[in-house]
């Protein structure tokens, strides 16, 4: 019954919920504070925010997690010069933050930082569900890099872009 109820509440938030609360404004604060970050080192941010599974996934069990898997592959976040892509996935029906990260940087970070990111970035989302928690998070995702990959003063390209994707 549990994956009864899970799919009921995908079908009820609809990609108008995600467009509700990351209306362009706060997708345009979201893709300037992604460009900006990324100017201070050598690793690429990609956020994505989806209103719910595709229902099929919710119905099959599809976790959060393997649906961020999902996304960083067909995305091509691990597609980076220094493998130093990350994926912070937020899913508004399951309340869930996922955050993926390339071998390169996730070797040097680690995993309880990238789980202190979620956690505090869960708990922010609880309270308050707008772009202001995720604005932060993307900050704290960005110290994390610079700290390993701090940029090099050479020109590099953009290799994923800094839009976010609400799906």
Same mark, same amino acid.
């Given at each position: ?9 995908? =079908?009820?938030? +609809? ?14 604060? $979201?893709?300037?504070? @992604? ?8 690793? *690429? ?16 069990? @599809?976790?959060?997690?393997?649906? /961020?898997?999902? =996304?960083?592959?067909?995305?091509? @976040? ?7 892509? #990350?994926?912070?996935? !937020? ?5 869930? @933050? *996922?955050?993926? /990260? &390339? ?20 708990? &922010? ?5 707008? #772009? +202001?928690?995720?604005? *932060? ?7 994390? !890099? ?13 290799? $994923?872009?800094? +839009?976010?994707?609400? =799906?």
């Amino acid at each position: 019954m549990p994956f009864i109820r899970r799919a009921l509440r995908h =079908l009820s938030h +609809r990609p108008g919920t995600a467009r509700r609360h990351f209306p362009p404004a706060a997708q345009q604060a $979201l893709q300037e504070a @992604v460009r900006a970050g990324e100017q201070r080192h050598r690793g *690429e941010v990609r956020v994505v925010i989806e209103a719910s599974l595709p229902v099929g996934h919710a119905w099959r069990g @599809v976790s959060d997690r393997q649906r /961020a898997r999902a =996304l960083f592959g067909a995305l091509e @976040v691990w597609n980076t010069e220094e493998h130093t892509g #990350v994926l912070l996935y !937020i899913n508004l029906a399951d309340h869930a @933050v *996922e955050l993926l /990260a &390339d071998r390169g940087v996730d070797a040097c970070v680690g995993k309880a930082a990238w789980h202190a990111v979620c956690t505090a970035l869960a708990q &922010d989302l609880a309270r308050e569900l707008s #772009v +202001r928690p995720v604005l *932060e998070a993307v900050a704290r995702i960005h110290a994390l !890099i610079e700290a390993h990959f701090p940029a090099d003063g050479r020109p590099r390209p953009n290799a $994923l872009d800094d +839009r976010p994707l609400v =799906l």
